[in-house]
Each structure stands twice: as C-alpha cells, then as structure tokens.
C-alpha cells in the first residue's frame, strides 16, 4: 500500500512526525516516512511531546512506537486494535455463527471489497471466512488512517494466534474515495461489495472507535454509490447501519437482515447497477 498520500497530507493544516523514544531504528523508520510524505521529522532529544508540538508547531502527530504507528492530538489517539474482531473470531473458531457472514453469505474462496475498512474488524471476520483462496481488500477514505490499518495487519497485534495473524496480513488496504475507485474497477470483480459508514451519532459503548472519529469520512452512502458498488458486486450489496437509522428509509435496500431487536441490521442489494462508460 505504501504510505499515507503527500497530497491528501499537504492539506492538514499541522502535522509532524516523531518517535516515542530515541531508538535509532525507530528514527530512521519515521525520518525516512516524513520525507516520503514532505512533513517535518522532530527527533525525541529526550523532550516530552508537549514540547514537540509547541517546537513543531502542530496540532497532529505521527509517532513510530517500538511496534506500532499511532496518530495523536491534544485529547485524541487513534492506533490500530482490533476492537470486536478477536471476540468474533474466537466465537467462529469455536462452531459459532455471525451476522455480517450471514448477511454476505461468505463462502470459502470470495473475494470481498471492505469499501469502508476503518480498524478491519469486519474484514478480518470476513478474511476468516473467505480462508486462504479468498480476497479481502478494504478501502479507507483517510490515507493516515488507511496507513496505521495496514501496518497494524502486518503487525499480527490484537494477541490473534498464528493462523489467524497469517490471514489478516493477506488484507490489502487502499487509499481513496471508494465512489471514484468502485467506478474505475472493472464489472463483477468482486463476489460482495461491503459499507460500514462511519455512525454519525457516537456510540456511548464503542470507546474504541474514538480515536477515529475526528479522522473518519462521515459522508452518508450516496444511491449513486450504490449502484457503482451493483456494477462491481457479482452477487451482493451490503451496507450495515443502526437498526434505528432513517438511513434504512433513504437508502430502500431491497431486503433488510436482523432483529429489530438488534444494534445493527445489514441492507442487502442485488448486483447489477448500471455501467460506467
């Protein structure tokens, strides 16, 4: 994937990379990423990040810790865990069933499109059931974002055991608006295309998604979107939301799943949107 866009960079008004000790490895790691993406590198010399931001100038930094790369702010920190997905996973190595494989009815060797990627719960619940034959590729409309994902997939963190480690480092993850990238993808590419739009009313319960709501793209799912995702989906559609969102009476998918009991359902379309030409 490379890293995070020097384009999408250039307009944020103040970021600089550091390190979170003094390692040379660690240095040179988040040098070598600072001039790939044309922001100013600040070495540790042994100060506190409150000096960093004040020397730097910045609201945002990108620090290269011993494992991992994580954005931080004044009161926001945003680095990859893997949230719901180890419970999930456990819950399907031991026999148990889960909604969003149900509602994409995964088989063994799909290839899936995460158009929404996020942290990767979902496309590493759905990498688990595609197997080592099948595909997940997640998009992320943020490139720091996508970046911190991508590395923290290859990172094997979240306490996953080997097998498990070794799929998540099979998910690709893209950069980029996935309205522009589903229409340059060529026709049935994909077995499902997925959404999980970013929920626009905080969720008191997810304390883990955070750090990732001053960075998430929280435009709505445009029916224009849908239809691109038809065109490249071979089987489905599917977009998860709230079970109370007015999304459900905006978008009219043609089947609904879940409970109304439920925190979630999941909108399924048909394929076949129109094509692009």
């Not at 319960?205 to 071979?234: K, N, Y």
């Amino acid at each position: 994937m490379g890293e995070p866009s020097k384009e999408w960079v250039s307009e944020l008004q103040s970021l600089a990379v550091t390190t979170s000790t003094e390692k040379a490895g660690l240095e040179l790691q988040a040098a070598q990423v600072a001039q790939k993406l044309g922001i100013p590198f600040w070495p540790r010399d042994g100060k506190p990040l409150a000096t960093i931001y004040e020397q730097a100038q910045c609201d945002w930094l990108l620090i290269r810790e011993q494992h991992r790369w994580i954005i931080k702010g004044k009161g926001e920190t945003f680095f990859f865990h893997p949230n719901m997905a180890k419970l999930r996973v456990k819950n399907l190595l031991q026999g148990q069933r889960d909604a969003l494989i149900e509602a994409m009815a995964i088989r063994p060797g799909d290839q899936i499109l995460d158009c929404t990627i996020g942290l990767g719960a979902d496309a590493i619940v759905a990498q688990m059931a595609v197997g080592e034959k099948g595909v997940v590729v997640g998009i992320e409309s943020n490139p720091l974002i996508a970046f911190i994902v991508a590395e923290g997939l290859r990172s094997g963190l979240g306490g996953f055991t080997p097998e498990v480690q070794d799929l998540m480092k099979r998910i690709a993850v893209y950069p980029g608006d996935h309205q522009r990238m589903l229409a340059l993808l060529p026709k049935q590419s994909f077995d499902v295309v997925y959404f999980d739009p970013m929920f626009r009313a905080p969720n008191v319960h997810s304390s883990g998604l955070a750090g990732l709501r001053p960075w998430a793209d929280m435009r709505p799912i445009a029916h224009t979107t849908i239809e691109l995702a038809r065109r490249v989906a071979r089987r489905a559609v599917v977009i998860k939301e709230r079970t109370v969102s007015k999304e459900w009476q905006r978008l009219q998918p043609e089947r609904l799943l879940g409970s109304s009991y439920a925190p979630v359902q999941y909108g399924i379309w048909s394929a076949g949107g129109f094509s692009v030409r």
